[in-house]
């Protein structure tokens, strides 16, 4: 069964909010012009294209990438700073993927986005583990790019994800983000 013209575009209205709502990280930072919920989202999607491992299902990863943070369009971009348990963000977001999955009603697609999601959160999938990976490095080469056209200093992000990468790939662009990042900091003595 299929959702209704109408449940789809009800739902596309709900992942509107994620084009609009900028990520509190950077926010709190004082990042002028911060990335979207969905920038950040889009890019995870780009770099799970990218990744060359053929004993990972590629495109469940890329899938995963672009839904993995759907929740966050009805709670919020909750961090770890805005005094939110762990288990009370993680039942915020369950609710809130039910009222997604609701709306797009009994559909194969529906379903679909609800098994990524929740697969992503328990992280028990090579797929998962990659785009766990895949969130924290996107976040640290965005705040590579804001530390230069901002002249600000995100080392708190780039701490929280030290010695966190799995996969082989991504410890690679994590180490020339590295470089670089080390290189522009030269550049500023």
Known sequence: ??????????????????????????INNGVSGPESIADHMYRM?????LIEDPSLDRTRCIKMAIVHDLAEALVGDIT????????????MELDGMRQI????????????????WLEY????????????????????VQALEYEKSDAKDL???FASTRGIF???QVQSWVEEIYKRRS???????
């Open 155 to 157: 080392e708190s992000f």
């Open 45 to 49: 999607g780009i770099m799970a294209m």
């Open 1 to 26: 069964m299929s959702s209704s013209a109408s449940s789809v575009i009800d739902f596309l209205h709900i992942v509107e909010r994620l084009k609009r709502t900028k990520r509190t990280g950077w």
């Open 166 to 168: 799995r996969h082989p």
């Open 80 to 91: 770890p700073y805005d005094g939110v348990s762990k288990e009370k963000k993680r039942e």
């Open 121 to 140: 959160e328990n992280d028990e999938t090579s797929e998962a583990h990659l785009v766990h990976d895949l969130d924290k490095c996107e976040m640290i």
């Open 101 to 116: 999955s609701r709306t797009l009603g009994d559909s194969a697609y529906a379903q679909e986005i609800a098994d990524l």
């Open 183 to 189: 290189a522009a900091c030269e550049e500023i003595k």
